[in-house]
C-alpha cells in the first residue's frame, strides 16, 4: 500500500473510492504552495478520526483546510 493509500484509508475503506479521490486531486494539481491546504486538511481529517469518536473528522479537515488557505493568503497594506 503507498504512503497516499495509507493516509487516506481511514477516511474510506473503499479502493473505488481513494482512487476516484487520487484521479481528482491529481487533475487539480496546481503546486505544493497551492496544495498545502489540502494537505493540512488530509492531516486534520485522519486525526480527528483516529481520536475524535463521530464524523468531527469532516468539520475538523474543512476548518483546517479553510484556515490554512486563510493563512497563506498574501496580506496587502
Given at each position: ?70 493563512l497563506m493568503e498574501p496580506?496587502?497594506?
Amino acid at each position: 500500500m503507498s504512503t497516499s493509500s495509507h493516509l487516506i484509508s481511514p477516511i474510506s475503506d473503499e479502493p473505488k473510492r481513494r482512487a476516484i479521490f487520487l484521479v481528482l486531486l491529481r487533475g487539480m494539481w496546481r503546486g505544493m504552495r497551492k496544495s498545502l491546504p489540502w494537505l493540512v486538511s488530509l492531516v486534520a481529517a485522519v486525526l480527528t478520526y483516529l481520536y475524535v469518536p463521530g464524523a468531527w473528522y469532516v468539520a475538523a479537515g474543512a476548518l483546517a483546510g479553510l484556515l490554512a488557505a486563510v493563512l497563506m493568503e498574501p496580506r496587502h497594506g
